[in-house]
């Protein structure tokens, strides 16, 4: 099974509005970390939010907040207020236990529309 | 956070030759890094741990004799393609943990292009 499951290929959002970015993820590992990376077409990988299994309240960090469904095994990016600058791949990525490996979804590419 | 960098952040060469690409953590020490291939449209593949003072860990499927990995410093870790050819074309991206973060930080990422 996918530990990491991204289902949405693309996404378009209106500049100013809000856009969520599903993640769903997969472990038997009760600690366990999610984060969020943007890939912007430079190919950097830019670290956003991260959300770890104990933690009691969502992560948020500026327009990026991570909607935290433990029982659902969600860990949805939300960014509010988008900018032209957010058009980019976001990928969703998981650490189990104290395992060095991450483990990446396949993507989401974000088009921020004028 | 974190500082990472990546060098080259391009590179062309002809097929058969060798290509090193150096990985440095610029503002902490990083016992273990990380090497990725990363093909267009495509998710990050893990492709080596490099751990400091010893052999790299590969990944199933990943040449050790073709993808050379050296940790030879707690700030350095270097991918050597030898003998590339075309297909060995690819976007490959290094990372190391923040120290004593869980977060697994970047470098820019080096596009290697074989003719």
């Known amino acids: 099974a996918q530990k990491i499951t991204q289902t949405q290929p693309g996404m378009f959002v209106q500049e100013k509005e809000a856009v969520t970015l599903d993640c769903t993820y997969d472990t038997s590992d009760p600690s366990y970390g999610l984060f969020w990376y943007k890939q912007p077409s430079s190919g950097e990988m830019i670290f956003l939010i991260y959300?770890?299994?104990?933690?009691?309240q969502n992560a948020t960090e500026g327009r990026y907040s991570l909607n935290f469904q433990k029982a659902r095994k969600s860990a949805n990016l939300v960014i509010s207020a988008s900018q032209l600058g957010d058009s980019a791949m976001y990928f969703c990525a998981m650490r189990e236990g104290s395992g060095n490996q991450f483990y990446f979804g396949t993507g989401t590419s974000l088009t921020v529309i004028p | 956070g974190a500082v990472v960098s990546q060098h080259p952040s391009r590179v062309i060469c002809k097929s058969g030759t060798s290509v090193k690409i150096e990985c440095r953590s610029l503002d902490f020490q990083a016992t273990t890094m990380f090497w990725y291939r990363q093909f267009p449209k495509q998710s990050l593949m893990l492709m080596a741990t490099s751990n400091e003072g010893s052999k790299a860990t590969y990944e199933q499927g990943v040449e050790k004799d073709k993808f050379l990995i050296n940790h030879a410093s707690l700030t350095l870790s270097t991918l050597t393609v030898t003998s590339a050819h075309p297909e060995d074309s690819s976007f490959y991206i290094c990372?190391?943990?923040?120290?004593?973060?869980?977060?697994?930080?970047f470098g820019p990422g080096t596009r290697l292009t074989v003719l």
């Open positions: 990372s190391a943990y923040g120290h004593g973060t869980d977060t697994q930080y």
């Open positions: 959300q770890g299994s104990y933690d009691q």
